[in-house]
């Protein structure tokens, strides 16, 4: 099967022309029976990924997903193209499923969906088993990881799926994935030397600003004074919340509406409509709002409270804009929030990551250095310079070359890995780094490392903002699969090594609120 094929098809049942860069290397990756991972924002062109190769490919694919509602309109549209699919799953009664059924066992299907609760059914499994399959996509693949932002453990069970199918390749997608994610999402999945695809995540048309959450109501009808009648969302974290600010917003003569997962499903869906038609320009809503809707023109996203993680700020921020034109994004950030969210966590066994993703997104308010470069550098891409198009690079921060400074950190976090054989956490490099005397580090022999003491003129403190700003960007990342250590990234060791230097941001400029991390 050649790419020609594929392209032909493209035309055929979708009407385009042409692929988007990375499309054409997967679809040739699934079409070669190699294991796949698939990276790519909301709006990317995930599914033609999977949807041509089910086409083109002898037997039938099946596709992977949790989301029942997307899953019908997904076929739907395929159906309307003209290419044979269906979905399977526990809303449909006997007959109908039983008619699918009928059709997988003739091989009049190219792509079946199913959610994974049907698919491991056992006694659907064993039918499955017999047909012939094309490969396997599993769409949300993140949902399967522990260490993703939406852990599903009716996904974990798809781990059994290599050993039911063991000469089946498999294709996961998904839109948000830090690196740990991705990995372990390769290795819940058994996959076999997989390839990994991971499209930029960077949206220079959209800009980045926070703002501190005092007079947020008075903030929000002042930007939208500059923006009549344009398209735009505001996310709340309560559902009580969309509905008193948007009752604000129409009292001062904007034509807001509100929606949550708490309204009625014909409420909601009218609410929906009426947005994407732009009869309602405004939407104040939780989360719940926006998934599966393709509307180019949202012109801005506003943040009303802090989000719990960069992944669905991310996400949320990215319905902004999907039209390539420059759109507005405003975060506002207020303490309260942060502890508001931190009780969220409670004790769940993922709280740990859980507030260590809170962290990261509570340093991306703070942060004096580019935002961009912090998002990108939090999916694993490197900007390379400052983006321009945020708060911080439109008034910059004081700045001074911070060289020495990060090598002595850099250096540090490879000379224990290297001599002692320990990834050290952010209270360990510090303390080393200070020449603490705590009995842990110098029973351990890290006082025999060269770099023990060479930061003692720096408090704690200041080493903590030091390194977030190093985090930020992209000098070092934190492994949250290995107790929140540090590893030195590819940019970093350029800089260790002098090939380029930093600049920091002065430390004057940085609002203090050191009590919200615990030195560990
Ligand atoms: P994702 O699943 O990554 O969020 P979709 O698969 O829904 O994205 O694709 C987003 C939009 O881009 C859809 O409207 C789709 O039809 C369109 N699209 C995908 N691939 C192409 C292409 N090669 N050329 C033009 N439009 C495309
Ligand atoms: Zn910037």
Known sequence: MDISTAQHALKQYFGYDRFRPMQEDIIANVLSKQDTVVLMPTGGGKSIC???????????????????????????SLKANGVPAAFINSSQNYVEQREIEEDLIHERLKLLYISPEKLLAPQFLDFLCRLHISFIAIDEAHCISQWGHDFRPEYT???????????????????????????????????????MYISSFDRPNLSLRVEAGQKRIEKIIHFLRDRPNQSGIVYCLSRKNTESLAKKLRAAGHNAMYYHAGMPAAER????????????????????????????????????????NLEGYYQEIGRAGR?????????????????????????????????????????????????????????GESLGKDCGNCDVCRNPPELFDGTVIAQKAMSAIIRSSREMNKSLSAGMLIDLLRGS???????????????????????YDHWQLYLQQMLNLGLVE????????????????????????????????FKATPSTKTPT
Request: hydrophobic share 40%.
């Open 269 to 308: 869906s009218r609410v929906q409509e009426s947005f994407i038609k732009d009869d309602i320009p405004i939407i104040c809503a939780t989360i719940a709002f926006g998934m599966g809707i393709d509307k180019p023109n949202v012109r801005w996203v506003i943040h009303y409270n802090l989000p719990k």
């Open 50 to 76: 999977y949807q041509i190769p089910g086409i083109i490919s002898h037997g039938t694919a099946i596709v992977i997903s949790p989301l029942i509602a997307l899953m019908k309109d997904q076929v739907e």
């Open 478 to 509: 934190i492994a949250y699969d290995q107790h929140n250590t540090f590893r030195v990234t590819e940019t970093g060791k350029n800089i260790l090594l002098g090939k380029n230097p930093v600049n920091f941001a002065k430390l004057s400029q």
């Open 323 to 379: 039209d390539s034109l420059p759109s507005d994004t405003l975060l506002f950030y207020t303490f309260a929030d942060v502890m508001q969210l931190r009780e969220m966590v409670g004790d769940s066994g993922q709280s740990q990551l859980q507030l260590s993703k809170l962290e990261r997104m509570q340093q991306y308010a703070e942060t004096r250095t580019c935002r961009r470069r912090i998002l990108l550098s939090y999916f």
């Open 157 to 195: 069970q798809l781990a059994s799926l290599r050993l039911r199918f063991p000469d089946i390749s498999f294709i996961a997608l998904t839109a948000t994935a830090d690196k740990a994610t991705r990995n372990d999402i390769a290795r819940q999945l058994n996959m076999k030397d997989p390839r």
């Open 437 to 459: 005397r705590r009995i842990d580090l110098v029973r351990a022999g890290f006082d025999q490392i060269k770099t023990y003491g060479a930061g003692k003129d720096i408090s």
